[in-house]
């Protein structure tokens, strides 16, 4: 099972940027869907966006649409997740995740995850 380590995260004033990486142990990182998540405190986790094996087709949260940008690097499994704009309302723990079906919002169809890094962001 491939195993993901995110990096990037921190404090950011509302409006700024943070750019979020994920890196793959495994080589065949390119055969795995990915996406990214979210959990802020006494909330469920919630989608951000997802990305398919080729990085053709992308999908995003409504509540991201236009301020995040997903992408990969097959070469050097890695994904990333550019955020800019940011609000208050992100701040939340962000979770890398691959998984082994199509590119989708649903949580459940994805079965390998990081273990998160915290994003900040104060108004």
């Known amino acids: 099972q491939v195993q993901l380590a995110e990096s990037g995260g921190g404090l950011v004033q509302a409006g700024g940027s943070l750019s979020l990486a994920c890196a793959a142990s495994?080589?065949?990182?390119?055969?795995?869907?990915m996406g990214w998540f979210r959990q802020a405190p006494g909330k469920e986790r919630e989608f951000v966006a997802a990305?398919?094996?080729?990085?053709?087709?992308?999908l995003y949260g409504d509540s991201v649409k236009g301020r995040f940008t997903i992408s990969r690097d097959n070469a050097k499994n890695t994904v990333s997740l550019q955020m800019n704009s940011l609000e208050p309302e992100d701040t939340a723990v962000y979770y890398c995740?691959?998984?082994?079906?199509?590119?989708?919002?649903?949580?459940?169809?994805?079965?390998?995850w990081g273990q998160g890094t915290q994003v900040t962001v104060s108004s």
């Open positions: 495994r080589r065949s990182s390119s055969s795995y869907v």
């Open positions: 995740a691959a998984g082994s079906y199509g590119t989708s919002p649903e949580r459940s169809l994805y079965n390998a």
């Open positions: 990305i398919s094996r080729s990085g053709g087709y992308k």
